[in-house]
């Protein structure tokens, strides 16, 4: 006969208790009560704290001024307009046929792409 009984002993005031239940059918159904539960508490979370991710960068969005193209380019009331037209005009009245092509120093054991 052995020592010991393979009956678990619990008192019978803790044998009907909703944990004692939760207990015994967790051992069955390990899913469906810890994994579903855990999983939908997950999911509701993220919809709920949708909402409040999105206000905290909208008011961090109201924070930052959006700066004009003018001051992006950093031209202030006394500075000169720029115009493309005239930036244009002025850059094509150079004289582009007189450039030279020059050839930069590379480094020793760098191909120089002369063949």
Known sequence: MPTFTSKKYLPSTLQDTIGARYRRTLSRHPFLLFGLP?????L?????LTPA??????????????????EAMGLGKDKRK????????RLAAKDLDSWEQKRIKRFKGEPDGIL
């Open 44 to 48: 509701a979370g993220s919809f709920f």
């Open 53 to 70: 991710t999105a206000l905290r960068y909208e008011r961090h969005d109201r924070k930052i001024q959006r700066m004009s193209q003018e």
């Open 38 to 42: 855990f999983i939908g508490t997950i």
């Open 82 to 89: 720029v115009d493309m037209n005239e930036e244009y005009y």
